[in-house]
């Protein structure tokens, strides 16, 4: 399994970057490849100072070892050794009416000091950061989500959409979501009802829907004149998105204690944001519109 995941990731990579880079029709990714001096290493794309794009990153890892005495006492694990394989991906694009996206899809597998595969699951999910809201495009965004799932089961989306709601927020900022969330999961182990094999395929339907719910909206809003007005909003709300990242997501915090490769982990944050003290949009407009919907939407049938 570990070798037909992180192939695929390779090639989702690929066909992420290609698409990202004829969308923005100017940009290039730039690649770095590194290694890992605890076992595996990476290949870390970025793109920035394109048309469409401002700044994003498309990155694949596969690494291996001793598993770090944080993930120990996080996983209530003795002493093992793990594998570890996945794609994230953030893209901040430039025109404030296209929304910032985040994904991910990563596999884990878990050994005893003997080489005994102990534990193994499969993790990930989308999440869309709008700083305009077009109900046109949340709805399409959850519903390409939603139809990835339901052919595995059409009780996840709604659970795996609570997940998402759950986990996107900022606990310090009274519970306000980053944005209008998606689908997130974690810890999906092979059972009975659910192999191995069609876990494999659950991962690989949400990654293949990735462009599909994330290019009709960058297509449609990406030349949307806008001024600096627009340009200061955008700002401000990546401030957000900074504060959840460096406060709450399990990923970069785990990253940040397990002397993960700050590059990459930081690759998340934008190349520019805003702090205002107590700002507050003015009532009626369509910045404070946004903030009606940082909180659990039914974007299906909104």
Request: proline letters at 5%; aromatic letters at 14%.
């Amino acid at each position: 399994m570990r070798e037909a995941f992180n192939s695929y990731i390779l090639e989702l990579q690929n066909r992420i970057c290609l698409a990202l880079e004829a969308e923005d029709g100017s940009a290039k990714f730039i690649e770095d490849k590194w290694d890992r001096p605890e076992g595996g290493g990476g290949i870390t794309r970025v793109i920035s100072n394109g048309t469409v794009f401002e700044k994003g990153g498309v990155n694949t890892s596969a690494v291996h070892g001793r598993l770090p005495d944080a993930m120990q006492e996080a996983f209530k694990v003795p002493d093992s050794n793990f594998f570890a394989c996945g794609l994230s991906l953030v893209i901040h694009p430039v025109n404030p009416y296209v929304p910032t996206i985040h994904a991910n899809w990563r596999y884990f597998e878990l050994y005893d000091k003997l080489g005994k595969k102990i534990d193994s699951w499969f993790g990930g999910g989308s999440d869309l950061t709008p700083y305009y809201i077009f109900k046109e495009d949340g709805r399409h965004f959850h519903t390409t989500l939603k139809n990835a799932m339901d052919g595995f089961g059409e009780d996840l989306y709604p659970k795996y959409k609570k997940h998402c709601d759950e986990y996107f927020i900022n606990k310090h900022r009274n519970n306000e979501a980053r944005g209008i969330g998606g689908v997130f999961y974690d810890y999906l182990r092979p059972d009975k009802e659910f192999t191995a094999d069609k876990l494999f395929e659950f991962q690989q339907a949400n990654g293949n829907a990735f462009l599909e719910a994330y290019l009709p909206i960058v297509s449609k809003r990406k030349a949307i004149a806008f001024t600096e007005k627009e340009t200061e909003w955008q700002e401000i709300r990546r401030g957000r998105y900074v504060e959840f990242n460096l406060v709450h997501d399990r990923g970069t915090l785990f990253g940040l204690k397990t002397n993960g490769r700050i590059e990459s982990i930081l690759m998340s944050l934008p190349p520019r944001a805003r702090w205002y003290y107590d700002y507050h949009p003015e009532q009626g407009t369509m910045e404070a519109e946004l903030l009606q919907y940082l909180q659990p939407t039914d974007w299906i049938n909104i």
